[in-house]
């Protein structure tokens, strides 16, 4: 039995800006965001019957992987070629659809690494993230950019940089002890109670890039609020978080009609009213959960104003998508320590 697990993602800057057809004409796209302790699992084990047992919301027994019908499971044994029947089943702390934290990637990335176990190898990141890119960008064509993938498989709290000629820099913001308390201290999430299909989203958003030269224009602005966050963390100053998290907001809501609507602007606004100094919905948008930077004298007041909304306490976690067990074996991770990596 193999089980990995693999975080979900907060992003707080530069959502958008890591679509290859923003950063492929403007010559990088940059993201800041945070893994946390809301994870994926994945658990696989060969399987006796001799045939592919594959459990999610639905079970799928066949013969061959390629009649699989969950895009994902099909793809990743068909990528790294695996021919020995397997049962494998997932497991995840939050809703895997409409979440908005990167689940589906945060999923294919840790089913890649309990493969890759199986098959005798102990992948390095950035060989789960480019190959999770493969898979949903070039083998199943979905729309979407490349931070998710990345986020998942690294871990932790960083810069990301994508090239536009496709390799892409992970840089790890160390910060004291203190000051990651602090910001992880003052943050809030709440679920909209809305999910949605992100790909229809990220669709709009890939042709209104290509097409439209304002957002283009707006997606340079939210480039250049995750460099200013960059900066900010790196000399440990939080006093601007807030301000960028909600300068990021009202350029996102521009991208396209999609991206949020009447319920979720009045929970924002309720929130700003009670004291948060900025926020985002987290995703491609249209639901999911909205996120807050709140002090915390101005915390209980926020709770209070967004009482019919679900809170989802949570804390950082550092660690990319790594093996929690496997029989006979210590636990490995996939190495996440590297301060600045290009891939």
Known sequence: MIITKTPFRISFAGGGTDLPEFFEREGYGAVVSVTIDKHVYIAAHPFFEGKFLVKYHENELVDKPEQIKHPLFREALLLLDIKEPLEITSFADIPSRGSGMGSSSSFNVGLLNALHIHQGRHPAPETLAQEAVTIERDRLKEPGGKQDQYAAAFGGLNYMRFNADGSVIVERLLLPAAVLRELEGNLLLFFTGITRESKTVQAQLEKSTTEKKQTRDFLL?????????????????????????????????????????????????????????????????????????????????????????????????????????????HSSSSGNGERRRTV
């Open 221 to 329: 602005k939210m480039r250049a609020l995750a460099d200013e966050l960059k900066e900010a963390l790196i000399e440990r100053d939080l006093s601007a978080f807030g301000d960028i998290l909600h300068q990021g907001w009202l350029l996102k809501r521009q991208l396209t009609g999609a991206i949020t609507n009447k319920e979720i602007d009045d929970h924002y606004e309720k929130a700003r009213a009670a004291g948060a100094l900025g926020g985002k919905l987290l995703g491609a948008g249209g639901g999911g959960f909205l996120l807050f930077y709140v002090p915390k004298e101005r915390q209980m007041a926020v709770r209070e104003a967004l009482s019919d909304l679900r809170e989802l306490p949570f804390s950082f976690d550092m660690q990319g998508s790594h093996v929690v067990h496997v029989d006979g074996e």
